[in-house]
Structures are given as C-alpha cells and as structure tokens.
Nanobody
C-alpha cells in the first residue's frame, strides 16, 4: 500500500526557514520523480519542485534560489528545504508522485499535506 506522509510544516516569520519531509512506503521509491506541490486558498495547485534519483531537479519560478529539494533513497524520503520564506509561500504542501501504467493510464498518489504559514 502506497503511503506518503509529510511533516515539518508550521508557522514561520517572513525570512525564516522550514524543512519539509515526505516519508514514502509501498513502492520503489528510487524509480520515481518525486514532487512537492502546494495549494494556497483560492488558488490552483502549483508545482514547487521535483527530483529524480539521478539528482535532476526542477523548481517553480517563484521558489528558485530559495527552496532546495533533495532525497535520501536509503530512507525513502524526499525533503524540501525552504529558506527566505515569504507570505506568498503560505499554502498546504503536498508530496506527490505519478505511477504510469502500460497502456497510457496513470495513478496520482498524494500525501495528506502539511500546512505552511508565513506571517509576522
């Protein structure tokens, strides 16, 4: 059974830092791109960052230079280090991956999300 469990969210002042973790189980973690996606109230989901085992990463424009995604395949965990946080980073952050099936279909897996609030 696939499980994605996020942790590390909370309330932080502007300019502060947080590290999110996503502990994964029930699938071959190292074989997949892992995504951090966020959703702010009233807004669409936004890809924050993703990473594949070879170390290739991608970042959303709004977080480049401030956030770093990394993974530990031995621990089946993906992390998101968030520095210089801004109020506009306030959102629920989700861990996600997509399993593509033979024939073209796909299954989207999500964690329960962790709330990040940036406020003074």
């Amino acid at each position: 059974q696939v499980q994605l469990v996020e942790s590390g969210g909370g309330l932080v002042q502007p300019g502060g830092s947080l590290r999110l973790s996503c502990a994964a189980s029930g699938f071959t973690f190292g074989a997949y791109w892992m995504n951090w996606i966020r959703q702010a109230p009233g807004k669409q989901r936004e890809l924050v960052a993703n990473i594949i085992s070879g170390g290739i990463t991608n970042y959303g424009d709004s977080v480049k230079g401030r956030f770093t995604i990394f993974r530990d395949n031995a621990k089946n965990t993906v992390y998101l280090q968030m520095n210089n946080l801004k109020p506009e980073d306030t959102a629920v952050y989700y861990c996600n991956f997509i399993r593509r099936h033979f024939g073209g279909s796909a299954t989207d897996y999500w964690g329960q999300g962790t709330q990040v609030t940036v406020s003074s």
